[in-house]
């Protein structure tokens, strides 16, 4: 079987970069204009008043949002299946600088995000051993996302009165968990080889062939690493779960938190668990969008008025809420550093 070249593979890489890099550019200056309306619109001085008012709260909310780190990171490590082992201390860093490129640059959540993170623990455990593992956990994050803004959304339609657009985009939001939730169970349940399979497809019909030829083998070993662990470990599947769904209930606190500063209404736990569910939401369905600028500050204003606050409200929490992801993504970025990638290291792996 013909293997490319070291040249032939950089240039596939550069070719696939140089096709999103327009993308990433138009949706990162589409956010700043929606942001920009959104916050106008919303009034800027009341939003530099909620901030004034969280003033020294924002370290309470860095203290809260740590634990969503650490407990995806303590879900990761369960998925590594012995004789390795991934030390706890390793996986919150590739956590931190993973969730940094797919924070701040377009696509890379999927393209780079994702998979660096096996790459910047590949000292500890091999490459496929931390892609598999990290694979695991995702299935079981993406599991948790799905009944969380399944329970958020069904809140929201049953006891609050909704504008059309508003009502139309939560049915559609419910309609959609319906489908992927069972649709994934028999996807796992019956050992789907979709990875490889979807590659293969690309390949028999001409697409990429060499990069076809290279990725397949890998493929089908990370899915067997995958679908072996449902077979060998079930009796971790419950502790990783609530790890997952640990991670939702700091994002309850997190904004009821943020509210009790930055609110003169006093919010509730109700109030804040359909605007963690609509967050989740927004990141699912824009993560294209470095940080979520526009349609973040767009949905949670419009939902928190909805909820009863006042004018700005829901606008000051996206905002804040963004200050803290920019505060770890700089976390990230300089641990990158430190341990000397790059991005041009990472997308050769």
């Known amino acids: ?4 070249s070291p040249d032939v593979q950089t240039n596939d890489q550069r070719a696939r970069r140089s096709r999103f890099a327009p993308l990433g550019i138009i949706f990162g200056v589409l956010g700043l204009l929606l942001f920009a309306y959104f916050v106008r619109r919303a009034g800027v001085g009341q939003i530099l008043d909620g901030i004034q008012r969280l003033g020294a ?3 309470l909310l860095l203290a809260i949002s740590s634990t969503r780190y650490i407990v995806r990171a303590l879900a990761w490590t369960r998925c590594v299946e012995r004789p390795h082992r991934l030390p706890f201390r390793d996986a ?3 956590r931190l600088m993973g969730d940094a490129l797919g924070n701040i640059i377009p696509f890379a959540s999927v393209a780079v995000s994702e998979p660096s993170k096996a790459v910047f623990v590949k000292h500890r455990v091999p490459l496929l051993v931390g892609l598999s593992a990290l694979a695991i956990e995702n299935i079981f994050y993406a599991l948790s996302v799905s009944l969380f803004i399944f329970a958020g959304t069904a809140t929201l339609l049953l006891n609050f009165s909704l504008p059309k657009p508003l009502r139309y985009a939560s049915i559609g939001a419910l309609a959609a968990t319906l489908i992927i939730i069972p649709v994934g169970y028999l996807l796992i349940r019956r050992q789907k080889k979709f990875l ?3 590659l293969q497809f690309f390949g028999n019909r001409g697409v990429a ?3 076809v030829a290279k990725l397949t083998p890998r493929a089908q070993t990370l899915e067997e690493r995958v679908y072996g662990f449902y077979q060998r470990n079930r009796q971790s599947f419950l502790s990783i779960f609530a790890l997952d769904m640990c991670f939702h209930l700091a994002g309850i606190a997190e904004i009821y938190t943020a509210l009790l500063f930055i609110s003169p209404i006093a919010p509730t736990l109700q109030q804040a668990f ?3 569910s609509v967050n989740r939401i927004i990141n699912v369905a824009f993560k294209f969008i470095p940080l979520r600028a526009g ?3 767009g949905g949670t204003g419009q939902v928190s008025r909805v909820l009863g606050f006042a004018r700005g409200i829901g606008e000051t929490l996206a905002i804040i809420r963004k200050g803290r992801d920019i505060f770890w993504s700089a976390i990230g970025l300089l ?13 050769d792996e």
């Open 1 to 4: 079987m013909a293997v490319d």
């Open 196 to 198: 490889s399979g979807a």
């Open 92 to 94: 919150v860093a590739a």
């Open 57 to 59: 709260g924002f370290l």
């Open 295 to 297: 349609v973040d500050e």
């Open 274 to 276: 359909i605007l963690e």
């Open 335 to 347: 641990l990158i550093w430190r341990k000397g990638f790059s991005l041009k290291s990472l997308s």
């Open 209 to 211: 062939p060499n990069l």
